[in-house]
């Protein structure tokens, strides 16, 4: 028994993340939650499915981005341009008369159909990490030069969308959307809102298996190599730049999926949401919760979430960012392993098994 | 051992935040966890419920708490006197972080979860444009106080800041009329000076007169030097300024440093109040014009007691401002339409609304709400920074001016087709 739970402590608190998870539209139902704190939670999943990605790059690989945001985004925009498409019929969108556009331009074209749709939330962002990982990678460029490139990266983004406006509604961003299902607010659409709310659970336990299946073979163990030792990894004849570009294209194509399922609970995407802080607060997410773990990603984004969404109002307005903050510091001087770190630590299965794994996390450090 | 006991102590800290987020989560169906600010909350009998939704953390908190400010002032103002409708007003305050997506969470949880009667708020276009379907979907009511682009009319906002027409306008017609010619645009990259721009650029050219450049600043840009070479190449006779935030800042300290006066090239800024003066410097900004409907100066009686109380509650260093006081304006005009309806239910207050009777005697003087599109009819006002760092009125219209969001009644406008698409 103690065995078991050793070996599948995070599946088994991935099961009950999901179990609880799945009992809220019932909670819906019996009047014991608001739809807003349904609506919410659909968000948190999305944020759980990219600190996911993240966690695949940086925990295991090492490779620390901080322009995730990025790919959330563009997923975000895709999905998106769809849902608004459907809201004018396919006709032109009113930001783009604004702007001077006659009809609707050829990269809004492909967002007219859904399954093409799904396909460019996942295709653009493999193409554009894709590249970007290609070069990167292949000249070793690693550490923290790595991380200032991703942060150039997506404020060049950042800039290009709000430059683009008759396109993309510049810093607007587009709104106005209603869920792929149709509209998800309102007592006539809560069939709508529990069949999004569910799928999304389900890319999330996809995701979540994915990740798992991974990180549990060879190739996971690849990963920790390249994590801890990318210089030996190069000589025991691996070639590492492909690995990492691998599992670049992957955490982005992951980040994009959850952009596309966040717009659906959110209505709308901006471009704050491919700002560098906000692809660091997905770092601190992932930071939090465990890197390393996978599930620690998933607990992490949930935590910080639930946090500022209940901190940040009445009493705790105007300092609710200061509690966050500290919880981070607390988090890194004193649990480097984040709150999954910090229970394997302290409930070991056996007593070897602690110092291996606080030693595994320092050295993950970056 | 001393480490361990620290590692505790960290703990504890750690799974407290966790205890309450998780409290408040839960306990987020009926009433919130601590949000309430005054004692005794809830929804019992002698108390209402409204929400306030401002960025109070972030690169707008430092525009968006002065409107803030002016809305508690109100609040309490209301609560001394009895209240409305015989209850106290109660606040709930949720912090839009500068971020439209939060704006829209925290506005769903308010009208939602908090189930408060209408929601005071946001500053910024995009703020507004991404908590708009949200007031929509819920049928609830939310008070714009900003001055804004226009075009929109939402059947559950209540814009109680200037339409295109009651400030941009009448401010080209003025210099139009001063003999201005050549006119130079320069905004900050975002909605509001697109749209705004692009109004003027109709109006200038039907007037005859010249357009001689247009130019965009990203929002957190300092550098103007490129920006000013422009404009002395293109010798315009008067700059139209929506740069917006720290633009101004870095605009007008860089032309000051070319020693450029308001003799050389004069300036009417759309988005420079009397707090944007104090920390431009007045002495830059003097001689400069500028476009309101109200300011600290304005000469009404209401004023007067506005502006002691205000500075009364929040410092004497304070200044009020346009945006400041339409959002104290807006709890007034809600206070109005709760009593005309007799009840403070979303459909009944905006049916009182919409009957075009819901006026209040403001510090601008008399303001009323259009029923049809339920902006405000409010007097416009040109005004000249000063060295004292106040601005004071040289020109106003003639009586109070109608909204009109989508300038339906300019024929220039209509020509130009600027309206947008159904």
């Known amino acids: ?366 | 051992m001393k480490k361990f006991s620290m590692k505790m102590i960290a703990a504890f800290a750690a799974a407290g935040m966790m205890a309450m987020s998780l409290a408040g989560c839960g306990g987020s169906a009926g009433t919130s966890g601590g949000s309430e600010s005054t004692a005794g909350a809830a929804s019992g009998d002698d108390t209402v419920k409204v929400g306030l939704l401002h960025s109070l953390t972030g690169s707008m908190a430092i525009s968006e708490k002065a409107v803030r400010d002016a809305e508690v002032l109100a609040i309490e103002e209301i609560n001394a006197a009895g209240g409305v409708l015989g209850k106290q007003i109660v606040y709930v305050e949720e912090d839009g972080a500068s971020e439209p997506s939060t704006f829209a969470t925290k506005a769903e949880k308010l009208v939602d979860s908090e189930k408060v009667k209408t929601v005071f708020g946001c500053w910024t276009s995009s703020s507004r444009k991404a908590v708009k379907p949200v007031f929509e979907d819920y049928n609830s009511l939310l008070w714009y106080p900003v001055q804004y682009e226009g075009m929109e009319q939402s059947p559950n906002i209540v814009y109680t800041g200037a339409a295109p027409n009651q400030q941009i306008v009448p401010a080209i017609e003025y210099l139009i009329e001063k003999g201005y010619k050549k006119f130079f645009l320069l905004g900050s990259d975002y909605v509001f000076p697109r749209t705004a721009n692009m109004i003027i650029t109709a109006q200038v050219n039907a007037a005859g007169c010249e357009v001689v450049g247009e130019e965009y600043a990203d929002m957190d840009q300092t550098d103007f030097a490129a920006i000013i070479g422009k404009i002395e190449a293109a010798q315009p006779e008067v700059i139209i300024n929506t740069l917006n935030g720290t633009g101004n800042v870095s605009f007008f300290k860089q032309m000051a440093e070319k020693n450029y006066t308001s003799a050389n090239y004069m300036t009417m800024s759309f988005s420079i109040a009397e707090e944007e003066v104090a920390t431009i410097g007045a002495d830059i900004l003097k001689g400069h014009m500028v476009s309101w409907n109200y300011y600290q100066t304005t000469e009404t009686d209401v004023n007067k007691s506005f502006v002691a109380a205000y500075k009364a509650k929040f410092g004497d260093t304070r200044v009020t401002s346009d945006p400041a006081e339409a959002a104290y304006d807006a709890v007034y005009l809600w206070k109005a339409a709760c009593e005309k309806a007799g009840s403070f239910e979303v459909d009944d207050v905006l049916g009182a609304i919409r009957t075009g009777e819901i006026s209040y005697n403001a510090p601008e003087g008399t303001v009323t709400i259009n029923g049809e599109n339920q902006h405000l009819t409010k007097p416009v006002r040109i005004g000249e920074v000063k060295e004292d760092g106040l601005i004071y009125e040289v020109y106003s219209t003639p009586a109070a001016v109608d909204p009109d969001p989508y300038l339906t009644t300019y024929d220039w406008a209509v020509a130009a087709g600027i309206q947008p698409i159904e």
Request: charged letters at 10%; proline letters at 2%; one cysteine or more.
């Open chain 1, 1 to 366: 028994m103690k065995d078991m739970l050793k070996k599948q402590g995070s599946n088994i608190c991935f099961a009950f993340i999901v179990i609880l998870l799945a009992l809220v539209p019932v909670m819906f139902s019996a009047g014991l939650m608001n739809s807003s704190t349904v609506l919410f939670l659909g968000k948190c999943i999305a944020f759980a499915v990219v600190a996911m990605g993240l966690d695949l790059i940086w925990g295991y690989t090492g490779i620390l981005s901080l322009g995730h945001g990025l790919y959330f985004a563009l997923g975000g925009y895709a999905m998106a341009m769809y849902l608004k498409l459907q809201s004018t019929g396919g006709k032109i969108t009113d930001f783009m008369h604004t702007g001077g556009l006659e009809e609707l331009p050829l990269v809004w074209k492909p967002f007219l159909n859904l399954p093409l749709s799904i396909v460019m939330i996942i295709l653009v962002p493999a193409v554009v990490s894709g590249v970007i990982g290609y070069f990167i990678f292949k000249s070793r460029v690693k550490g923290v030069y790595f991380s200032i490139i991703s942060q150039a990266l997506t404020w060049a983004a950042y800039s290009m969308f709000i430059a683009l406006s008759p396109y993309t509604n510049g810093n607007v961003g587009i709104t106005e959307i209603k869920s792929v299902f149709g509209s998800i607010k309102g007592d006539a659409n809560r069939g709508n809102m529990f069949l999004l709310f569910y799928i999304s659970l389900g890319i999330m336990i996809l995701i979540y298996a994915l990740c798992k299946f991974l990180v549990g073979r060879k190739f996971g163990k690849l990963l920790i190599a390249i994590r801890d030792g990318e210089n030996r990894t190069y000589f025991s004849g691996y070639r590492v730049s492909r690995y990492k570009t691998f599992v670049y294209v992957l955490s982005a194509v992951i980040a994009a999926i959850a952009g596309a399922v966040f717009v659906n609970f959110n209505g709308s995407i901006t471009p704050s949401q491919m700002t560098i802080a906000y692809s660091i607060t997905m770092v601190i997410w992932v930071a939090i919760g465990g890197r390393g773990t996978i599930i620690g990603a998933v607990i992490g984004a949930f935590l910080i979430n639930l946090c500022e969404y209940n901190l940040s109002s009445g009493a705790m307005v105007e300092i609710w960012q200061y509690l966050i903050g500290a919880l981070f510091c607390i988090t890194i001087l004193f649990f480097k392993g984040g709150i999954v770190g910090f229970v394997k630590d302290h409930f070991p299965g056996d007593k070897k098994a602690a110092p291996a794994a606080q030693a595994k996390t320092e050295e993950a450090k970056v």
